[in-house]
């Protein structure tokens, strides 16, 4: 079963929410989950074979949240070579912003100019017609998890 670690953006604790939600999912099916918040890419690269999901809300205007700035910029400036990877990202954002989702929509650019590969599509939760945001994580993350193998 596979290794999935679990980078978490959160300001006001929804991806944080939504983060350990799917966790228990990804278990419950038989893979082995890591949160990671703080983020550090040199943890969450330490595992080779290891998916990296990220999960992140979006703050002020399309900014990442303060808590996984730190990862966005080491992978902006160590760029490590990520051929071979793979991974997910959830995120969350206010669709009332022409920002929505600006922050999961970073990173997932970045991975993928890394060399990573996206499984599946990036899952873009709006809070303002999701109530519960862990609901449409878990739609998601039920055919996401046959993907991941």
Not at 70 to 76: E, V
Request: with cysteine.
């Amino acid at each position: 079963m596979a290794h999935v670690h679990l980078v978490i953006g959160s300001m006001l604790g929804a991806a944080e929410y939504v983060a350990e939600h799917v966790a228990g999912l990804l278990e419950q099916a038989g893979h082995q989950a890591t949160e990671h918040n703080p983020a550090r890419l040199d943890e969450v690269l330490a595992d080779p074979d290891g998916i990296l999901l990220v999960v992140t809300s979006t703050h002020g205007a399309g900014d990442v949240p303060d808590n996984l700035q730190p990862f966005s910029l080491d992978l902006s400036l160590k760029k490590p070579d990520l051929a071979g990877r793979r991974y997910g990202v959830i995120a969350l954002g206010d669709s009332n912003y022409d920002t929505f989702c600006g922050a999961g929509k970073q990173l997932d650019q970045q991975l993928c100019e890394l060399g990573a590969s996206r499984i599946g599509e990036r899952l873009e939760i709006d809070v303002t017609r999701h109530e519960i945001p862990e609901d449409a994580a878990e739609l998601w993350i039920q055919e996401w998890i046959p993907l991941i193998g």
